[in-house]
């Protein structure tokens, strides 16, 4: 009886919860400054703040050491402008960034993070992250800098971009963060924000959250908050077994600090914005992508062929076949600089009249439209990465430093150098990717909170950093922008009045977060996910319309009435995931009303409309903001240049 | 003859082994589940047991449990790349076809090191 008891238990994997669990027992924190989610802008936030002599704390569902997309390690570090190798100034950079995007791309940070980007990464390595070959390993490259040893990406006359030995980034972080005394709250996911009086739109004064492993409920009161929390995923596509196979992001990253936000009354922007998912099309079969690093990225400038050996040209931004190496890294001549991987937008939907710019920074790239090309003939699938025909030193570079230092593929140069492969004999194998279809994805330059020059939200007491602002993206963005609003924060923070917590709110809030583990039947929260996003494939997919739209919002009410109320949860896991896609289905109407209120298509924001198709109309080139009032959303709207000028303004409120 | 024992079962997540320790190496030091940020290994219940793969649809294959293991490259903890993610390569001059954890994998260990080696320092 006792083999079997053991046998069921190995198998059927049942044993008894690791950690004493406590639902409902309260922790109480004060500190001056809370930064919700510990990331790289949230440790930055962190690091900043605390410099400025007050108290921080961090909370972070997983572990700081490790948690975030940029958790397992990163390659490139962007916007090095003040770099001394470096050719453009930050200007000339940010504004390039802008006007690629035909200004859907939020100054504040980019041009933040243009100024701060290489400070930041020398203080990184004072932290002890390695920036540079000091080992003389990729010694005589063309993208290496003799003096310096740094390496560089993308563009080598330029030198903007610094390849970096990003698994040394978090870590470093990480001590930093003890070493000044950061309060760590590990394993405690963020459920909400704690305003004046419980009112929405009153200023933020603190946020509860519950222990994933203890399921305790943690009550913080802070002068002032920090959103750190990133991006999304899961929204329009969700594989409850092949979950994380597709995703270079942490599946458990869902855009929770958007939603509190929101639910606090805080305005967001550019949610309508999305591209086609291509990151999830042939789960299973799509190799180089995530496994292997992106061919874009971490593969640049590697020599592609197909199945037949036959290379796929690199071209140049007008699509002329290029004849070196070297070419791939260079700007066209009469082109000052390229920007790496843009565009961002589809080109084909662009109209041809609003390409010039697309062309002004396009950078040299693999020959575009490789589905129809493979559909056709012309080249035959699989395709390969050519290492041992590159250059030494650039097959080194991408497979020893490249695929090693980026998060996803760390783990897979140790796996295949065992396995036998060998970058001077072997050529890595990896399909194009195809879109899925109706399913999207927020991926760059997205939605997010609008911040003003102190990365303040509309909220007093309320900031942001990184990928949860408005159009935020990367690891040098978030590093940087997480480094100015932790000095903002404190700013407000020395003076700010002393908050005062809602009890009402805290309790309303207990009792929604445990909801899950009271009940013992009902839904589970892959279900739950699977439900939401089958309602944005449906009704909130690549073309939307309003009538569509209002039955999404609609088939959402009735998940809050039916579906949410019986969402079960058997331990403290299975909560933090469950509270992840009640979280999902809030975010899904935020989308819905972002959509709602732009009447008119955008093929910059790859947003299209069947009842309004006309394509970007120049009285639409603006910001659409929303935010809650009660159950009412109120919209607003800002000039695409409402952060005015970059360098004066940067000036003005830097800090520095 | 005698009836064998059999038990039913409900399915698997699929992939089920993202991770997988060998028992005589691995002592049960939980570090690599304080270094898991999407909480899918949970610790024994028997001290010195190794961790168990709670939730292995929820890994995301990002390998740092396996990169902060004391034990190194011993074999302690090793990651599984699911049989439809083995990559696959090919020789660019024999033509010759391979993937990883392929049957009598004729290929010796590359054992060099990534540029700045295995624990890069500043």
């Given at each position: ?11 059927a ?21 809370l930064v ?38 990163i ?16 200007e000339e ?82 001590r930093?963060c ?5 309060n ?60 994380a ?32 998912l ?88 693999l ?38 230092q ?31 279809p ?18 303040r ?12 602002l408005?159009?935020?993206a ?34 309303k ?48 009410e ?15 896991h ?24 732009r ?58 | ?53 709670m ?68």
């Open positions: 009886m006792a083999n079997e008891k053991k046998l069921l238990q190995k198998v994997g049942v044993i008894e919860w690791p950690w004493p669990v406590r639902y409902g027992l309260e922790n109480e924190v004060t500190t001056d400054v919700l989610g510990g990331g790289l802008s949230g440790c930055w936030a962190a690091i900043s703040a605390t410099r400025q002599g007050l108290k921080v704390a961090i909370i972070d569902k997983g572990c700081v050491a490790h948690s975030g997309c940029a958790g397992a390690g390659d490139h570090w962007h916007h090095a402008c003040t770099n001394p190798a470096c050719r453009i100034t930050p950079y940010a504004q390039a960034e802008i006007e690629s995007l035909n200004g859907y791309n939020c100054g504040i940070g980019v041009y933040i993070t243009c100024r701060e980007s290489y400070d930041t990464l020398l203080e990184q390595e004072k932290m002890g992250m390695k920036i540079r070959d000091s080992e003389d390993e990729l010694k005589g490259a063309p993208f290496r800098d003799e003096k310096t040893k740094f390496i560089f990406a993308y563009d080598y006359e330029n030198k903007y971009c610094i390849t970096v030995w990003g698994t040394t980034l978090k870590g470093a972080l990480y930093e003890k070493r000044l005394g950061v760590i709250f590990d394993w405690v996911t963020l459920t909400s924000l704690l305003t004046e009086g419980g009112k929405q739109g009153a200023r933020v004064v603190g946020a509860t959250g519950v222990n994933v492993r203890t399921g305790e409920f943690y009550i913080f009161k802070a002068k002032a908050t920090i959103v750190c929390t990133g991006g999304e995923s899961r929204l329009w596509h969700f594989s409850s077994e092949q979950r196979l597709y995703s270079d992001r942490p599946p458990q990253i869902v855009g929770e600090g958007w939603v509190a936000a929101w639910r606090a009354g805080a305005e967001l922007s550019h949610f309508e914005k999305s591209t086609p291509s990151t999830g099309g042939l789960v299973g079969i799509d190799i180089v992508h995530y496994f292997g690093g992106y061919w874009e990225a971490e593969w640049r400038p590697c020599t592609m062929v197909d199945a037949i050996g036959k290379e796929i040209p690199w071209v140049d931004r007008d699509g002329n076949p290029l004849s070196t190496v070297l070419q791939r890294s260079q700007p066209a001549p009469g082109q000052k600089f390229f920007l790496p991987n843009l565009p961002f937008v589809r080109p084909s939907i662009i109209p041809a009249t609003s390409r010039d710019v697309l062309r002004k920074y396009a950078e040299p790239q020959m575009r439209g490789l589905r129809r090309r493979i559909a056709s003939g012309e080249f035959v699938a699989p395709l390969y990465a050519d290492l041992p025909s590159m250059p030494e030193l650039e097959r080194r570079a991408i497979f020893g430093l490249h695929m090693g980026e998060g996803k593929t760390a783990i897979g140069y140790r796996m295949l150098t065992q396995a036998g492969f060998d970058p001077d004999k072997h050529m890595l194998q990896f399909y194009p990717v195809e879109a899925v109706r399913a999207r994805s927020f991926f760059f330059y997205k939605g997010g909170l609008v911040p003003d020059w102190d990365l939200t509309n909220l007093e007491g309320l900031y942001a950093a990184g990928e949860a408005l159009t935020g990367g690891a040098s963005y978030s590093c940087c922008t997480g480094r100015y609003v932790g000095r903002k924060a404190a700013e407000y923070a020395h003076a700010a009045a002393e908050p005062v917590i809602d009890r009402k709110q805290v309790e809030e207990k009792a929604r977060v445990y909801a899950p583990v009271r009940r013992k039947d009902g839904i589970d929260w892959k279900e739950l996910n699977i439900g939401i996003c089958q309602v944005m494939q449906l009704y909130c997919g690549d073309i939307r319309n309003e009538e569509s739209l209002k039955v999404g919002l609609r088939w959402f009735e998940l809050k009435e039916q579906e949410v109320t019986k969402v079960y949860a058997r331990n403290p299975e909560l933090e995931r469950a509270l992840e896609s009640l979280s999902l289905s809030t975010l899904g109407e935020i989308v819905m009303h972002a959509s709602l209120v009447k008119t298509s955008s093929a910059w924001l790859d947003f299209r409309r069947s009842d309004y198709p006309e394509l970007d109309p120049p009285e639409w080139h603006k910001w659409i903001t929303i935010k809650l009032d009660g159950d009412k959303v109120m919209v607003s709207e800002l000039p695409i240049n409402y952060w005015g000028d970059l360098k004066e303004n940067y000036e003005a409120h830097c800090g520095l | 003859m005698r009836n064998e024992k059999v038990y039913a079962f409900p399915n698997l997540t699929t992939p089920s082994k993202p991770i997988e320790f060998d028992e005589n190496i691995c002592d049960g030091c939980n570090i690599c589940v304080e270094h898991c940020q999407a909480g899918v290994l949970l610790p024994n219940p028997v001290k010195g047991k190794p961790p168990i793969v939730y292995p649809d929820e890994c995301w294959y990002s390998g740092c449990c396996v990169r902060e293991c004391p034990k190194g490259r011993t074999g302690a903890i090793k990651m599984n790349w699911p049989l439809m993610l083995k990559m696959r390569w090919k020789d660019k001059k024999t033509g010759e076809h391979f993937r990883f954890g392929m049957p009598n994998n004729p290929l010796p260990q590359n054992l060099k090191p990534p540029v700045g080696g295995w624990r890069p320092k500043p």
